[in-house]
């Protein structure tokens, strides 16, 4: 499975972003200082690094030298609260392939994760098809059956996400942090809200509803009603 290295020292952040790319599909493995980011990258050889600047033993800057100076290719998103026009640039021209100031949204980071990892492995999957189901990812349209579904930003997202997990329970939480972000609040019932609004456009077989812990998505949910 592709393994992601988050270099923060923000537990909070580190844990929020750990969780959505595992509910992604993700391997998450965690650093929190220079020193840390060196030894993961070389022990786990990761597909992709999203690094802070601000480290408790030095600079994120300092480590994007290191990483590019010993050969580490892997594409670097730096994530950082340095939001000036110098920063970035610097960012860019000092080896990294992306660059986001915080607060953020997990959709926007998921986003650009997916795209530079889409550039190294060369996939171009454009949809997700489940039966009669079709998630056009480029087009950001959904058809059943043939016939064009309207879905807000956030409806396609959570259809998404749900989607690209067939079979998988997927807790509130973990919905909550893809789709929403982390500094959503999390007793909110946004997810359970949107659930709703997505079963009663694409239809309610496609989405089980797991007691206790949150949904699972059904591959074969139009099965039962197309026999």
Same mark, same amino acid.
């Given at each position: 499975?592709?393994? @992601?290295?988050?270099?923060?020292?923000?537990?909070?952040?580190?844990?929020?972003?750990?969780?959505?790319?595992?509910?992604?599909?993700?391997?998450?493995?965690?650093?929190?200082?220079?020193?840390?980011?060196?030894?993961?990258?070389?022990?786990?050889?990761?597909?992709?690094?999203?690094?802070?600047?601000?480290?408790?033993?030095?600079?994120?800057?300092?480590?994007?030298?290191?990483?590019?100076?010993?050969?580490?290719?892997?594409?670097?998103? @730096?994530?950082?609260?340095?939001?000036?026009?110098?920063?970035?640039?610097?960012?860019?021209?000092?080896?990294?392939?992306?660059?986001?100031?915080?607060?953020?949204?997990?959709?926007?980071?998921?986003?650009?994760?997916?795209?530079?990892?889409?550039?190294?492995?060369?996939?171009?999957?454009?949809?997700?098809?489940?039966?009669?189901?079709?998630?056009?990812?480029?087009?950001?349209?959904?058809?059943?059956?043939?016939?064009?579904?309207?879905?807000?930003?956030?409806?396609?997202?959570?259809?998404?996400?749900?989607?690209?997990?067939?079979?998988?329970?997927?807790?509130?939480?973990?919905?909550?942090?893809?789709?929403?972000?982390?500094?959503?609040?999390?007793?909110?019932?946004?997810?359970?809200?949107?659930?709703?609004?997505?079963?009663?456009?694409?239809?309610?077989?496609?989405?089980?509803?797991?007691?206790?812990?949150?949904?699972?998505?059904?591959?074969?949910?139009?099965?039962?009603?197309?026999?």
């Amino acid at each position: 499975m592709t393994q @992601i290295l988050i270099v923060e020292d923000e537990d909070r952040i580190a844990s929020f972003i750990a969780k959505g790319l595992t509910a992604a599909g993700y391997v998450p493995v965690r650093a929190s200082t220079v020193r840390e980011g060196m030894d993961a990258v070389l022990v786990n050889d990761p597909a992709l690094i999203v690094l802070d600047l601000g480290l408790p033993d030095g600079d994120g800057m300092d480590l994007l030298r290191r990483m590019r100076d010993s050969g580490v290719s892997a594409p670097v998103i @730096i994530l950082t609260a340095r939001r000036s026009l110098d920063d970035t640039v610097a960012g860019l021209e000092g080896g990294a392939d992306d660059y986001m100031s915080k607060p953020f949204g997990f959709d926007e980071l998921l986003a650009r994760i997916r795209l530079r990892l889409r550039h190294v492995d060369g996939a171009d999957a454009t949809t997700i098809e489940h039966g009669s189901l079709v998630l056009d990812l480029r087009a950001r349209t959904v058809s059943l059956q043939g016939r064009t579904i309207d879905l807000s930003a956030r409806e396609f997202a959570l259809a998404e996400t749900l989607m690209r997990h067939p079979g998988q329970v997927l807790a509130r939480e973990q919905l909550l942090a893809q789709v929403w972000g982390y500094d959503f609040d999390p007793g909110s019932n946004v997810v359970d809200v949107y659930v709703r609004y997505l079963r009663a456009k694409v239809g309610a077989e496609w989405i089980e509803t797991v007691r206790g812990v949150g949904y699972r998505w059904r591959r074969d949910g139009g099965a039962a009603q197309s026999t």
